[in-house]
C-alpha cells in the first residue's frame, strides 16, 4: 500500500514540475545575459558604447563593412593617422663624408655650397618622391646662366612639403629617377662638380616650395638660406625648415622669372 501510494504523488507532482520548468529555465540564463533595463532607468550618455546601444558615429562618417572583402579593402588603404605629417619626418645632413664644409651665405641668392671631396655620398635629407633628376650637364660657358648652371643634379619633395635640391653631383645613384620614392639617408648621387662650379667639388644645396616643378630653376636652387637648418642637421638635430619656406611661398607666390642668374 505504502508504494502505491508514493507512486500517486510522484505522478501527482510530475505535471506541476513542467509548468515549472520554463520559468525555471529563464532564471538559470539569467546569469549568462544582462537584464533589460527597466523604463526609466540608466541610459549610457552619448557617445559610450553599451551592448545594446552602440557609440554614435560621426555625421558623415560610414558603417564598417561587414564582409571579409570589405574589410580588407579598407586595409590597404592607409588611414590618416599612419600617414606622414609634417611634425614627424626625420631629416640628416644631406653629404656623408668626415672632411666638408659650408659657408653660411651664398653669392647672389639664398643658398649653400656644401665643400667636400667628390665622389662623397649625397643622400635624401628625408623622406619623399623624386620630383627631376639631370643626368646630363648641359652647362656651356658662354651659354645661358641659369637653367643649366647645376649641372647633374636631383630634387626632392619632401614628406613636409619642402623640395630639397642638390646638384654639381658627379653621379646620380642607380634607380633615382622622377617619381621614384626615397629615405632619409638615402644614396641619390655623389659629390663633384659638374656645371657651373667653376671646378671644385661640392654640392649646391637649395630650399625651397614646389612651384611648378618644372622649368622654375630660379625657385628650386633655393629661396631661404640653409645653414641653420644643416647645422642642426649636422649636429643629429631635425630642425625643419617649413615655416619658413611656407611663409616665403605666401609672400612670394610662384615667381615667373628669375631675379639673378648665377649660381647652381
Not at 619626418?89 to 666638408?100: G, L, S, T, Y
Not at 649653400?112 to 662623397?120: H, Q, R, S
Not at 638660406?225 to 644643416?230: C, G, I, N, T
Not at 643629429?236 to 622669372?257: D, F, I, L, M, Y
Request: hydrophobic share 35%; aromatic share 6%; charged share 20%.
Amino acid at each position: 500500500m505504502r508504494s502505491r501510494s508514493s507512486r500517486r504523488r510522484r505522478v501527482a507532482a510530475f505535471p506541476v514540475l513542467l509548468l515549472l520548468a520554463p520559468a525555471l529555465a529563464a532564471g538559470c540564463a539569467g546569469g549568462d545575459r544582462p537584464a533589460a533595463a527597466p523604463t526609466g532607468g540608466w541610459v549610457p550618455p552619448s557617445g559610450m558604447a553599451s551592448a545594446e546601444q552602440p557609440a554614435p558615429m560621426a555625421t558623415g562618417a560610414t558603417p564598417a563593412a561587414s564582409s571579409p572583402a570589405a574589410s580588407a579593402s579598407r586595409s590597404v588603404s592607409p588611414s590618416p593617422s599612419t600617414s606622414p605629417t609634417r611634425a614627424n619626418v626625420r631629416r640628416v645632413f644631406p653629404v656623408r663624408a668626415d672632411n666638408v664644409d659650408y659657408h653660411p651665405t651664398h653669392s647672389g641668392y639664398p643658398g649653400t655650397d656644401i665643400f667636400a671631396d667628390c665622389g662623397e655620398p649625397v643622400v635624401a635629407v628625408t623622406d619623399g618622391q623624386v620630383l627631376e633628376v639631370s643626368r646630363v650637364d648641359r652647362f656651356r660657358k658662354g651659354g645661358p646662366l641659369g637653367p643649366y648652371n647645376g649641372g647633374l643634379s636631383v630634387s626632392l619633395l619632401g614628406d613636409d612639403g619642402v623640395r630639397y635640391y642638390g646638384s654639381h653631383l658627379s653621379a646620380i645613384a642607380d634607380g633615382i629617377a622622377a617619381g621614384t620614392r626615397v629615405r632619409a639617408g638615402q644614396a641619390l648621387g655623389k659629390v663633384g662638380r659638374t656645371g657651373n662650379a667653376n671646378n671644385v667639388c661640392h654640392l649646391h644645396f637649395g630650399l625651397s616650395p614646389k612651384c611648378s616643378g618644372h622649368d622654375d630653376w630660379w625657385i628650386r636652387r633655393g629661396v631661404v638660406w640653409p645653414a641653420r637648418y644643416l647645422d642642426s642637421w649636422r649636429r643629429g638635430g631635425n630642425r625643419s625648415p617649413v615655416a619658413e619656406v611656407t611663409q616665403w611661398r605666401r609672400e612670394h607666390g610662384c615667381p615667373k622669372q628669375a631675379s639673378s642668374a648665377g649660381g647652381g
